[in-house]
């Protein structure tokens, strides 16, 4: 198993990414998808995904919104996630996503609700075509 990235909901990529400069690591790429903007910074073998609302009313600016800015997600790579969500769906974690989506860098995305996860968002990832 490995991490994939961890998804930290920010008002600003530019902003927040200087911690990250400061601490030797840099802002790599970001592209927009769902109504958001992402940036992702390179960590050893994971990547920090900084994660910028676009509009009022998006999943993005509820959160920072309801809880501020700081942690929104933690992802896992796996290496079929239609048979992993069915085995996990087996053992009774709730599913926000049933099917995959499109996510950035092309990826297939799923998320599990926190309510089954002890309130941590999870999501899982595959690589896309």
Known sequence: MKIDHIGIAVKSIEESSKIYKALGASLEHTEEVDGMKVGFIPVGGTQIELLESLGEGTPIANFIEKKGEGIHHL???????????????????????????????????????????????????????
């Open 75 to 129: 992802a896992f790579y796996v290496d079929n996630i239609e048979k992993k969500l069915e085995e996990l769906e087996k053992e009774g974690y709730r599913l926000i996503d049933k099917t995959p989506r499109k996510g950035a860098h092309g990826m297939k995305i799923a998320f599990l609700h926190p309510k089954s996860t002890n309130g941590v968002l999870v999501e899982i990832c595959e690589k896309g075509e």
